[in-house]
């Protein structure tokens, strides 16, 4: 017997992976990836965590009176 391990990280190549192995009439285990080993953040993904985790600590502190955030119009005028 042979054990073969194949990482899918799209659905739909896993579905068809799936029907591969039926019409050959093997058997087959799918395993879902623990949280704590999935790949890394790329650069932009990276980005776009920090800026999010900013934005809610940000919120936060504006919760709890501890900072002042800014209007609508503000943050418009600063746009323009």
Do not use: F
């Not at 093997?26 to 990276?46: C, F, G, H, I, W």
């Amino acid at each position: 017997m042979t054990t073969l391990t194949v990482n899918i990280d799209n659905k739909e190549s896993e579905k068809a992976v799936k029907a591969v192995l039926d019409a050959l009439g093997l058997s087959y285990n799918v395993e879902p990836t623990p949280v704590d080993v999935q790949r890394p953040l790329n650069k932009a993904e990276q980005r776009v965590y920090n800026n999010m985790k900013r934005s809610l600590e940000q919120i936060k502190l504006h919760q709890e009176g501890k900072i002042e955030l800014k209007s609508i119009e503000e943050v418009l005028a600063e746009l323009k």
